[in-house]
């Protein structure tokens, strides 16, 4: 069983900045989907920004471009995201997925519904 765990979450006043940690036990696929996403209160489950760690291909929802940066570490197996100008509305549970047997295409990272394997979440509260 493949276990994700999350870190990095806290509060920050709007403007500021926070980066979220994510490790997948495994990674056995050559090149395979890491993503973020996030849920608030009453919302469906949101994408926030994934990566293909085969050659790095990352995405991004609109909302988020320009200021959130997801990146991998060496072993494929660690991501993170960097979170700069955070906003009220950026406050959610973060959740990390990962898709280590490669079912998710390149392209396809910021489907939810390609991951089997889920993190706890973290949760990330932004103040105005």
């Known amino acids: 069983q493949v276990q994700v765990v999350e870190s990095g979450g806290g509060s920050v006043q709007a403007g500021g900045s926070l980066r979220l940690s994510c490790v997948a036990s495994?990674?056995?696929?050559?090149?395979?989907?890491m993503g973020w996403f996030r849920r608030t209160s009453g919302h469906e489950r949101e994408a926030v920004a994934s990566?293909?760690?085969?050659?790095?291909?990352?995405y991004y929802a609109d909302s988020v471009k320009g200021r959130f940066t997801i990146s991998q570490d060496n072993t494929k197996r660690t991501v993170y995201l960097q979170m700069n100008s955070l906003k009220p509305e950026d406050t959610a549970m973060y959740y990390c997925?990962?898709?280590?047997?490669?079912?998710?295409?390149?392209?396809?990272?910021?489907?939810?519904?390609?991951?089997?394997?889920w993190g706890q979440g973290t949760q990330v509260t932004v103040s105005s």
């Open positions: 997925a990962a898709d280590p047997e490669g079912w998710l295409r390149l392209g396809q990272c910021m489907d939810p519904n390609g991951y089997n394997y």
């Open positions: 990566i293909h760690t085969g050659g790095g291909t990352t």
């Open positions: 495994d990674n056995h696929h050559n090149g395979n989907c």
